[in-house]
């Protein structure tokens, strides 16, 4: 009588194998979409900071590229060409054609004049970075000199596998940015 209590559970419970690692494959596989997402979005966002910063020291060196005179105060804001110069590099750092780069160049000066250019495609993503005021305190005085702030900001959007099961379904993208801000001289 056991033997066939033992031999009828054994056949009812052959099923329960399938179903067991049908969920225990599910959530590895979980698991990996998550950190491959992750993974990703740190590589996009390392590059990003690399190519701002990068960009920044350009841009920072009025006296040098761009025919500066920070004593004097003389070309010192950024201006709408050199944001089109920076899409253009930016573009060869990142690998794709200048429409698809989300830039925004800033420049504060005297800690209170503000010039900002941005690219199209950075007002479409609607990219947020703080005011370049809140950083006014970073501004070195030497002598009297207020030396400018040059902040210059990059957007991406990407397509994310993790994305979708969090928010719905609603989107599967997520935008990634970058600032690099650098005094003047």
Not at 74 to 102: C, G, I, W
Not at 155 to 161: A, D, T
Not at 170 to 181: A, F, L, M, Q
């Amino acid at each position: 009588m056991r033997r066939k209590q033992r031999v009828s559970y054994a056949t009812r419970q052959q099923g329960s194998f399938t179903v067991e690692l049908l969920f225990i494959l599910v959530a590895l596989w979980g698991v990996y979409l998550f950190g491959a997402d992750l993974s990703h979005q740190l590589l996009v966002r390392a590059k990003l900071d690399r190519s701002s910063f990068a960009l920044v020291n350009v841009i920072k060196e009025r006296t040098r590229y761009f025919d500066a005179d920070v004593l004097a105060g003389q070309n010192l804001p950024v201006t709408n060409s050199e944001l089109e110069d920076m899409a253009k590099v930016a573009s060869r750092m990142l690998n794709t054609p200048v429409d698809n780069v989300a830039i925004k160049i800033e420049s504060l000066t005297n800690k209170v004049n503000v010039a900002e250019f941005s690219t199209s495609k950075y007002r479409n993503l609607n990219c947020q970075t703080d005011s370049i005021f809140e950083h006014a305190d970073l501004a070195p005085v030497e002598k009297g000199v207020v030396y400018p702030l040059y902040r210059i900001s990059l957007c991406e959007e990407q397509s994310s596998w993790f994305k979708p099961f969090f928010n719905g379904g609603t989107s599967i993208t997520v935008k990634i940015g970058s600032s690099s801000i650098m005094p003047g001289r």
